[in-house]
């Protein structure tokens, strides 16, 4: 597929003007009811699919050929060739099946991620490029792994550069230990936030372009961040210390010592004084959060502006592709660079294929390179923190995933949306991208609502409806205000190596499943309380509801199966703790079975953290890099 234009960097691809992809955009956004150009959306589409790993762009190429082979079929033209009136029917039979309506969900999912990205393109970038910089890239020390020797030796080696491996790095090496941090990502700047076109970051950013999903029924879209700074590059910035509840069940049930409240706390603030955390200001916070915060008060739930990791914040909502004001404080402005200047050094774009291990005593680790060969780094200790999911797989590529509690365990704090439509114009996508909270569920229930926006453009994912009624909503965009909701789910998910593939399977049980629909019920609550006309509760194939008691009546029939699940927050597949058979990893971070290898990312979190994790995360990992250096 050759390239048909370039906008801002962004190559789309030639798409036929009468193909299969066109034909998929006229049906979801029809040009005769003031949708864009079919071969326009087609192009941009191609180029996003062209990004994703396979088998996902061949796939919606088939589905996209087979609508467009059915309305050849049935009408005798290609899809992009029937008149309106005959693709709304076509609409209408898609959306009237469980299983076709997923489908169909999914392609409007993309359809709308990739032309709203594109649609908002100028906007977002004449923003980013009028907002100064609110701090320059951190000197770091970062060598792409083609300029290394084919054979280096080290102290320590750290995989995985995110909110683990930085925190674990940076205090490793203040200990007087020779560091390399291996990260399979590059390293992005501000100017790569600031010029680049939000689909060319959000493809760059993102594992599998953003395409992971845990399968399930029903399956759940989960990305994660792969870069220098890991996840916290395009994460929100939300930082919640963990909750002392949660530590107790950690202490007591888990045996892990490190969680004792009294201790951890110190780990906490440490975190907390790395990454600069404070309350979301008022002149930033945007109408979106400002509307969650008239909503929860007026019910009288507790509530207020969300912590962030975020000094300089102007409010332009594109956190989940880069900051770019270098406002964000992920761990590529603060650990990292701060490890470096202890003397570490940061191998980027080497992917960690193995960890080197004699009898059980770990050797260092062996890296692929993008042009193919083999870097390999002795050293006699390693810190794995590829993340929740990339951890086991290593480990048991590598010949150490012998205890069977590897993989299991996953948990999710999975996620549910819902917007309303508002007289006002709303226009979530100025102001901070995570704002304000509801935690008035928090404690009782394991309900966290947070008023959370997505970058310009690309909140049109969750609109409602098909054809000529989602044009009119997109019209409408602006007035929308939208709310997350996530729970404290169980364990209910594994990672596993399957064929040589990764395998990610997560199976709501129906106590979480009710769970969400309840958070759905709280969200459009304090939405309607806020003065919003219409909820969009994101349940499949319901209508907007203006009233609680319709709001309830949907929700009572409504089936958590068919949710449209999301997760940021994967925990748990290699949890630490005191019982040898219950947990992979001992409750200081060492890998059971092996020596000289510790965990130190989201897999080692015993259970769901009930919060937003990243300071979690980063607390584990520093104490868990205190016991290396104390016990060795
Ligand atoms: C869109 C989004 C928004 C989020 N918002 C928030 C928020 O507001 N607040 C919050 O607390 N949490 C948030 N999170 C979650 C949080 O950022 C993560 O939980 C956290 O960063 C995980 O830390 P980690 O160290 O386990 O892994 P990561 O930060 O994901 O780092 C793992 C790193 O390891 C690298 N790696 C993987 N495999 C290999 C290999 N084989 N070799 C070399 N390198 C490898 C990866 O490329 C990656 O860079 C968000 C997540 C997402 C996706
Ligand atoms: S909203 Fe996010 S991307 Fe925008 S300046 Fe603030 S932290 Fe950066």
């Given at each position: 597929?050759?390239d048909?234009?370039c906008?801002h960097?962004f190559?789309?691809?030639?798409e036929?003007?009468?193909?299969?992809?066109a034909?998929?955009?006229?049906?979801l956004?029809?040009?005769?009811?003031?949708?864009?150009?079919?071969?326009?959306l087609?192009?941009?589409l191609?180029?996003?699919?062209r990004?994703?790993?396979?088998?996902?762009?061949?796939?919606?190429r088939a589905?996209?050929g087979?609508?467009?082979?059915a309305?050849?079929?049935?009408?005798g033209?290609?899809?992009?060739?029937?008149?309106?009136?005959?693709?709304?029917r076509?609409?209408d039979?898609l959306?009237?099946?469980?299983?076709?309506?997923?489908?169909?969900d999914?392609?409007?999912?993309?359809?709308?991620?990739?032309?709203g990205?594109?649609?908002f393109?100028?906007?977002?970038?004449?923003?980013a490029?009028?907002d100064?910089?609110?701090?320059?890239d951190?000197?770091?020390t970062v060598v792409p792994?083609?300029?290394?020797?084919?054979?280096v030796r080290?102290d320590?080696?750290v995989?995985g550069s995110?909110?683990?491996?930085?925190?674990?790095?940076?205090?490793?090496?203040a200990?007087g230990?020779?560091?390399l941090?291996?990260?399979?990502?590059?390293r992005?700047?501000?100017?790569d936030?600031?010029?680049?076109h939000?689909l060319?970051?959000?493809?760059?950013?993102?594992?599998?372009?953003?395409?992971?999903?845990?399968v399930?029924n029903?399956p759940v879209?989960?990305?994660l961040g792969?870069?220098?700074?890991?996840t916290?590059?395009?994460?929100?910035?939300?930082?919640?210390?963990?909750?002392?509840?949660?530590?107790g069940?950690w202490r007591?049930?888990?045996?892990?010592?490190?969680?004792d409240?009294?201790?951890f706390?110190g780990?906490?603030?440490e975190v907390?004084r790395?990454?600069?955390?404070a309350?979301?200001p008022?002149d930033v916070?945007?109408?979106?959060g400002?509307?969650?915060l008239?909503?929860?008060?007026?019910?009288g739930w507790?509530?207020?502006?969300?912590?962030?990791n975020?000094?300089g914040?102007g409010?332009?909502?594109?956190?989940?592709?880069g900051?770019p004001?270098n406002?964000k404080?992920g761990?590529?402005l603060?650990a990292?660079?701060?490890?470096?200047?202890?003397?570490?050094?940061?191998v980027?774009e080497?992917?960690?294929?193995r960890v080197?291990?004699d009898?059980?005593r770990?050797?260092?680790v062996?890296?692929?390179?993008p042009d193919?060969?083999?870097?390999?780094?002795?050293?006699p200790?390693v810190?794995?923190?590829?993340g929740?999911?990339e951890?086991?797989?290593l480990?048991?590529?590598?010949?150490?995933g012998?205890?069977?509690?590897l993989?299991?365990?996953?948990?999710?704090?999975?996620a549910?949306g819902?917007?309303?439509r508002f007289?006002?114009?709303?226009t979530?996508?100025v102001?901070?991208?995570?704002?304000?909270?509801?935690?008035?569920?928090?404690?009782?229930?394991?309900?966290?609502?947070?008023?959370?926006?997505m970058?310009?453009?690309?909140?049109?994912?969750?609109?409602p409806?098909?054809g000529?009624?989602?044009?009119?909503?997109?019209?409408?965009?602006e007035h929308?205000a939208?709310?997350?909701a996530?729970?404290?789910?169980?364990?209910?998910?594994?990672?596993?190596r399957?064929g040589g593939r990764t395998?990610i399977r997560?199976?709501?049980t129906?106590?979480?499943g009710?769970?969400?629909?309840?958070?759905?019920?709280?969200?459009?609550?304090?939405?309607?309380?806020?003065?919003?006309?219409?909820?969009?509760?994101?349940?499949?194939?319901?209508p907007?509801?203006?009233?609680?008691?319709?709001l309830?009546r949907?929700l009572?029939?409504?089936?958590p199966?068919?949710?449209?699940?999301?997760a940021?927050?994967?925990?748990?597949?290699?949890r630490?703790?005191?019982?040898?058979?219950?947990?992979?990893v001992?409750e200081?971070?060492?890998?059971r079975?092996?020596e000289?290898?510790?965990?130190a990312?989201g897999?080692?979190v015993?259970?769901?953290?009930?919060?937003?994790?990243?300071?979690?995360?980063?607390?584990?990992?520093l104490?868990?890099?205190d016991?290396?250096?104390?016990?060795g």
């Amino acid at each position: 597929m050759s390239d048909a234009r370039c906008r801002h960097g962004f190559a789309a691809t030639a798409e036929h003007p009468r193909g299969a992809l066109a034909g998929l955009g006229a049906l979801l956004l029809p040009p005769e009811a003031g949708g864009p150009s079919s071969q326009q959306l087609a192009g941009v589409l191609g180029g996003y699919l062209r990004r994703t790993p396979h088998p996902v762009g061949p796939a919606v190429r088939a589905v996209a050929g087979a609508l467009d082979g059915a309305a050849r079929l049935l009408d005798g033209d290609r899809l992009v060739d029937l008149d309106l009136a005959t693709r709304e029917r076509m609409l209408d039979r898609l959306a009237s099946s469980p299983r076709t309506e997923l489908l169909l969900d999914g392609l409007k999912a993309l359809v709308l991620l990739t032309h709203g990205a594109d649609a908002f393109a100028d906007e977002l970038l004449d923003r980013a490029g009028r907002d100064v910089p609110a701090r320059p890239d951190a000197a770091m020390t970062v060598v792409p792994s083609t300029q290394l020797a084919a054979t280096v030796r080290t102290d320590v080696v750290v995989v995985g550069s995110g909110a683990g491996g930085a925190m674990a790095a940076r205090q490793l090496a203040a200990a007087g230990l020779e560091v390399l941090v291996v990260e399979e990502g590059r390293r992005f700047g501000v100017e790569d936030f600031r010029t680049t076109h939000p689909l060319e970051r959000w493809t760059a950013m993102y594992r599998d372009a953003g395409t992971t999903a845990a399968v399930g029924n029903p399956p759940v879209v989960l990305p994660l961040g792969r870069g220098v700074g890991g996840t916290t590059l395009v994460n929100s910035g939300t930082s919640f210390r963990t909750p002392d509840r949660v530590l107790g069940r950690w202490r007591d049930r888990h045996g892990v010592d490190l969680a004792d409240a009294a201790g951890f706390s110190g780990l906490l603030d440490e975190v907390e004084r790395t990454i600069a955390t404070a309350p979301v200001p008022a002149d930033v916070m945007g109408r979106n959060g400002e509307l969650t915060l008239v909503g929860a008060e007026r019910l009288g739930w507790s509530s207020g502006p969300l912590v962030r990791n975020a000094p300089g914040c102007g409010g332009c909502c594109q956190c989940a592709l880069g900051c770019p004001r270098n406002a964000k404080y992920g761990v590529h402005l603060n650990a990292l660079p701060q490890a470096c200047e202890l003397g570490a050094r940061i191998v980027s774009e080497a992917r960690v294929t193995r960890v080197l291990h004699d009898g059980g005593r770990v050797t260092g680790v062996l890296a692929r390179r993008p042009d193919g060969s083999a870097l390999r780094i002795e050293a006699p200790r390693v810190v794995v923190a590829c993340g929740t999911t990339e951890t086991p797989p290593l480990l048991m590529r590598s010949g150490l995933g012998g205890h069977r509690q590897l993989g299991r365990n996953l948990a999710l704090h999975p996620a549910v949306g819902a917007s309303a439509r508002f007289a006002e114009p709303v226009t979530s996508w100025v102001g901070v991208l995570q704002s304000a909270q509801v935690d008035q569920f928090h404690a009782s229930d394991g309900i966290m609502l947070e008023a959370t926006a997505m970058p310009p453009g690309m909140g049109s994912i969750g609109m409602p409806g098909y054809g000529r009624a989602l044009v009119a909503e997109l019209d409408r965009a602006e007035h929308y205000a939208s709310l997350g909701a996530m729970i404290a789910d169980a364990p209910a998910g594994s990672v596993r190596r399957i064929g040589g593939r990764t395998l990610i399977r997560y199976q709501l049980t129906r106590t979480d499943g009710h769970r969400l629909l309840r958070a759905i019920a709280l969200m459009g609550r304090v939405l309607l309380a806020a003065g919003g006309d219409e909820v969009v509760t994101g349940l499949p194939g319901q209508p907007p509801v203006t009233d609680v008691e319709e709001l309830d009546r949907v929700l009572a029939d409504a089936d958590p199966r068919r949710l449209h699940l999301t997760a940021f927050h994967p925990t748990g597949t290699a949890r630490m703790g005191a019982d040898a058979q219950r947990s992979p990893v001992d409750e200081r971070g060492r890998l059971r079975g092996a020596e000289g290898l510790w965990v130190a990312d989201g897999s080692v979190v015993p259970s769901c953290p009930e919060v937003n994790p990243q300071v979690t995360i980063m607390a584990l990992a520093l104490g868990i890099a205190d016991g290396i250096v104390a016990h060795g």
